[in-house]
């Protein structure tokens, strides 16, 4: 049974309220008392690469101070999809083993397109109005995947409707704005995507298409800054990609792991000694059972309740019920395929209990994310189908608050 929770009737089971899932340690809350936020990571890096527009600081933030210090050089890399429960594939004596630092938590919903849409503007996800693989537009009346930035109905590309990809988030990306030398080093394939082209601003960004180009570009980039210091923000997304297509424990993840711990290792002994290689990951992933994988389609009974198709991830459905139908829509979806996988949070709950980060929704946020918030109590997802679409067939998947999904490593070079 799912309940919802926050709702001025009756409150669910506690086997199935958040906050008592959180107590329990089944699922794990963004905002540790013992671990450090990625945003902690973030905006410790753009604090002391000298950008003036920072809240002030964490407590939380003061220990990735630590590990980091202040080095001329950084290179801030991210392995997309490489959480903690792939420690297993690294490899003995190397990078990723002996530069741990300590556990950070991602940020929620644990998905690449929040994590990075932070990663630009150094603010929270309730701050920044993006809500995952897939943000509604009610502004627009329209449902939009963010990084590709097309319409999730009908794949049109979002600049042929006038729509600024500046449009979709709440405050610019701050790449612009340190005094650093700035260079973005991402997979050529999405070199000249709307994300990359937003978040870059006016900096350069180098397209690689392996990794041994990949570490020339970013060593020659630091030693031709002339004693300028400078920062490297580096993306990877392999490990990912193989993690939703074969599971995260698969060989082909495990071989995607060593190549890239042999990478940061070579680049680590060839930057100079005033330099810092920082890595982490936005999210890990969970193995989702094909029994707890519910489709739904324009015709299936819950559509009748909303005003858009669920938005968010598969993991973290968002429902923007029509007026006046919230218990009817709950009643539907307690009793549909997936109501025994997820519970259902009031927006103003999720608010409340700070999901999203510890700032206040901004006003798109508000828009965005609806009126229930689908927490997967088990590994699941609900997976809404366009028409002329076919069902997700991944293996691998992220998005929700279990510790698979949560656990993320912070790893410095010496």
Known sequence: MSGRVGDSGSRPDRSTDPVALFESGELLHPLSPHHPSYLDLVRYLYRVSGTPHLPPARESEHRIAGFVGAPQHIVFALVDGMGLNTAVHFPSGGFLEQSYACEIRSLFPSTT????????????????????????????????????????????????????????????????????????????????GSFTTWIRGRRPVDAFGSLEELARAIVDFVASSEGRPTFSHVYLSKVDALSHRYGYYSTEVCAAIQRIDRFLRRLDGELPRDARLVVTADHGQVVVDHRRHTVIDRESELMRYLDYPPSGEATVPLFHVKSGLETEFVDAFEASDAGSSFVLLDSERAEEIELFGPAPFSDAMRRRIGTFVGIATEPAMLDYVPPGEKPLTMVGAHGGLRADEMRIGLFVGA
């Not at 994590?115 to 503007?121: I, R």
């Not at 319409?151 to 449009?167: F, L, M, S």
Request: one cysteine or more; aromatic letters at 8%; glycine letters at 6%.
């Open 113 to 192: 397109a929040v994590v990075l849409t932070s990663t630009a503007t150094g603010r929270w996800p309730a701050d920044n109005g993006i809500t995952g693989w897939w943000t509604c537009l009610p502004e627009y009346e329209r449902v939009v995947l963010p990084l590709p930035f097309v319409d999730r109905e009908t794949g049109e590309p979002q600049a042929n409707t006038g729509i600024e990809y500046a449009d979709l988030v709440a405050h610019p990306p701050m790449l612009d704005s340190l005094s650093r030398e700035v260079r973005t080093f991402v997979p050529a394939d999405i070199a000249d």
